[in-house]
């Protein structure tokens, strides 16, 4: 087997699938971060990922006590049992100026005492993984960088066909960026970790080089939860997809389906754009109903309302929503704004697609996604690959964007995504008899015919309803109306439905 086919599994969800199968095994790895950047936490992970498989594994520390590493893996729910925990506590004398320490080659004259009782409990031990933390107790102790650079050359040459997977953990503090270690090392795993102003740390994890191997470059954030690192890896469209028939996706109300030039088409993204109140997310929750009918699996992830709210105006509009992950159902998921990051959603819309089969998609709202999460420069960039994924599986994706303003010509969009959506539906609000109207048309269907007209829609407690084409008005988008031939407000109230409907 070749070399590069041996691999070493980290243990940690999500950081095999960037590195295409794990580490290349018995080679040796830098984990950088800056404290509380997560080091710890993967390197145990690392280990308890070989316990299980039945390897000899060794943490060697320098920098914590053996009970603080029992304690933080107890807080995960871990138990160290199967790791050969070596504590070294520095002599003082070591660190006296006086004293100079320089690590050799083990066939050299002498080595450190520190030095030794590490490579003789490896040579005791031969351990299949090791990790060695950290590395900048063992820069004080070279008092140089000359020595310090010996020091790790010798670790790896003294490494060199004991078969044997090392991860070296250092907490930066040397002087900038150490590229004389980077340079020494097999591969480089960067861990960051940085706060907005608002919300919980953005942790990012970053493969800097990976010897004998692709790798899937980028940022990929990452998360430290009860159990341990989960990465969630930068989605790349291009490396999935699967066939699948190119078909209408019915709405399950026929004029809605007659507008859109007989339904959304499978594979597609449809943006449902207007001010507040106009039905949005009610049209997009109609799509998931209609589909869980059909006996398939709908998805929705609501940044906004509620997941009590939206159950509640579902049953207000006859609505069926029937929760589960399974065929015939709808996974409503509500995320905190504050808490979620672009990886980790995209992480849970590929789930829901590759594990619960889901059909249908729906994203409510962008605005909600766009303005909480961090980075906002880059979810434009995000958002078309998160599309392109979901086009690529043969699913329906509905987006809803709310715009600012009302009822007139003022109404102004703060995110404009028309151009990433295969599909534009547009509703407006328009005033009539001291009421206010609803009105839906089509703008934009790349995978087809649609209606050019401009309908009525209104909610009752039967669900949606669309009205003929309002064929004897003009300037409904404008939201005072006139009656073709008519004076402005002067219009036919046949031609509109008068009941209330939900606005949502």
Same mark, same amino acid.
């Given at each position: ?27 040796? &790895? ?25 390897? #000899?594994? /060794?943490?060697? =520390? ?18 160290? +049992? ?20 320089? *690590? ?10 520190? #030095?030794?009782?590490?490579?003789? #409990? ?7 993984? *090791? ?44 002087? %900038? ?7 020494? @090392? ?11 102003? &608002? ?56 004029? /809605? ?9 499978? %594979? ?9 109140? =106009? ?7 109609? &799509?998931?109903? !209609? ?12 940044? +906004? ?25 709808? @996974? ?11 990886? +980790?959603?995209?992480? @849970? ?30 979810? =434009? ?15 329906? =994706? ?24 295969? !599909?534009?539906?547009?509703?407006? *609000? ?42 004897? /008005?003009? %300037? ?17 109230? !046949? ?10």
């Amino acid at each position: 087997m070749n070399e590069a086919d041996q691999r070493s599994q980290s243990g940690v969800p999500g950081l095999d699938e960037i590195l295409h199968g794990g580490f290349i095994a018995n080679r040796f &790895y830098l984990v950088d971060g800056n404290p509380g950047a997560g080091k710890t936490t993967l390197a145990l992970q690392y280990l308890l990922e070989g316990v299980r498989r039945g390897e #000899t594994c /060794l943490y060697v =520390t320098l920098s914590e006590t053996r009970e603080e590493l029992v304690s933080g893996a107890r807080s995960h729910g871990w138990s160290t +049992e199967g790791i050969h925990i070596v504590e070294l506590v520095s002599d003082e004398r070591h660190l006296d100026g006086d004293e100079h320490l320089t *690590m050799y080659h083990p066939s050299e004259l002498e080595l450190t005492e520190t #030095t030794r009782k590490v490579l003789d #409990t490896v040579r005791s031990l031969k351990p299949q993984r *090791m990790v060695f933390d950290s590395l900048s107790e063992l820069r004080l102790l070279a008092q140089g960088s000359l020595r310090y650079r010996r020091q790790i050359l010798a670790l790896k040459q003294f490494f060199a066909g004991r078969h044997c997977t090392v991860l070296l953990l250092d907490d930066r503090t040397a002087e %900038g960026a150490d590229l004389q270690l980077q340079s020494i @090392a097999h591969g480089v795993i960067s861990l960051d970790n940085r706060s907005p102003v &608002y919300g919980r740390s953005l942790r990012q994890l970053e493969v800097i080089k990976f010897r004998g191997s692709d790798f899937r470059s980028g940022y990929h954030d990452f998360r430290i939860r009860h159990g341990g690192i989960e990465v969630f890896p930068r989605l790349a469209a291009a490396d999935h997809g699967r066939a699948f028939e190119r078909e209408a996706v019915p709405s399950g109300v026929a004029a /809605l389906d007659e507008l859109l030039g007989g339904g959304i088409d499978r %594979g597609t993204s449809t943006l449902l754009i207007g001010p507040p109140g =106009t039905g949005k997310s009610t049209l997009a929750l109609q &799509y998931a109903c !209609a589909a869980a009918a059909r006996g398939e699996h709908a998805a929705l992830f609501s940044f +906004e309302e509620s997941r009590a709210l939206l159950l509640d105006r579902a049953a207000g509009l006859g609505l069926v929503v029937r929760q589960g992950k399974g065929a015939g159902e709808i @996974a409503v998921r509500q995320l905190d704004p504050a808490e979620v990051s672009p990886g +980790e959603f995209a992480h @849970a819309v590929r789930q829901a697609v590759e594990l619960d089969q889901a059909r249908v998609v729906i994203i409510d709202s962008l605005n909600g996604y766009f303005n909480a999460m961090p980075g906002g420069r880059f979810l =434009t960039g995000q958002l078309h690959e998160l599309l392109s994924y979901l086009n690529s599986q043969g699913v329906a =994706t509905f987006l809803v964007a709310a715009q600012s303003g009302v009822i007139g010509i003022s109404i102004r969009s703060a995110i404009d995504a028309s151009y990433l959506a295969d !599909a534009v539906v547009l509703l407006r *609000m328009f005033e009539h008899e001291g009421r206010v109207k609803k009105a839906i048309s089509v703008v934009k269907k790349r995978s087809g015919r649609h209606e050019e007209s401009i309908r009525q829609l209104w909610f009752d407690a039967t669900g949606v309803h669309l009205g003929e084409p309002l064929t004897q /008005l003009r %300037g409904v988008l404008t939201g005072v109306p006139v009656e073709v031939g008519g004076a402005p407000g002067d219009v036919d109230g !046949a031609l509109l439905a008068p009941g209330p409907g939900d606005g949502r």
